[in-house]
Nanobody
Framework: QVHVAESGGGLVQAGGSLRLSCAASGRFSEIHSSNWYHQAPEKERELVAMMTRDGSTKYSDSVKGRFTISRDNTGNLAFLQMNNLKPEDTGVYFC?????????????????WGQGTQVTVSS
């Protein structure tokens, strides 16, 4: 089993910054992708940033130019640097880690969710 945990959320005024962290632990060969989702109140969960194994990144239009996804050298820690925060960024941010698991020569690529961390941006 793989455990994913986010941290770094909090209360910040509009225009401020936060840095979210995501740690993955457990038995797996490597991380295939790291993904950050945003779920605003009463809205669907939305993918806002992702990074694949080769280091390529993608962002939603709503956060492009303001948010940056990164990871440490091991790839077991993912980060989301959020700058120039807006009230509409308020919500729960979830980390989803897709890993490679090899057992008896069989490879699978399951994904695992963190519990989420609350971000509140005041006007």
């Amino acid at each position: 089993q793989v455990h994913v945990a986010e941290s770094g959320g909090g209360l910040v005024q509009a225009g401020g910054s936060l840095r979210l962290s995501c740690a993955a632990s457990g038995r797996f060969s490597e991380i295939h992708s790291s993904n950050w989702y945003h779920q605003a109140p009463e809205k669907e969960r939305e993918l806002v940033a992702m990074m694949t194994r080769d280091g390529s990144t993608k962002y939603s239009d709503s956060v492009k130019g303001r948010f940056t996804i990164s990871r440490d050298n091991t790839g077991n820690l993912a980060f989301l640097q959020m700058n120039n925060l807006k009230p509409e960024d308020t919500g729960v941010y979830f980390c989803r880690i897709e890993v490679l698991i090899i057992e008896q020569g069989r490879a699978t690529w399951p994904g695992f969710w963190g519990q989420g961390t609350q971000v509140t941006v005041s006007s």
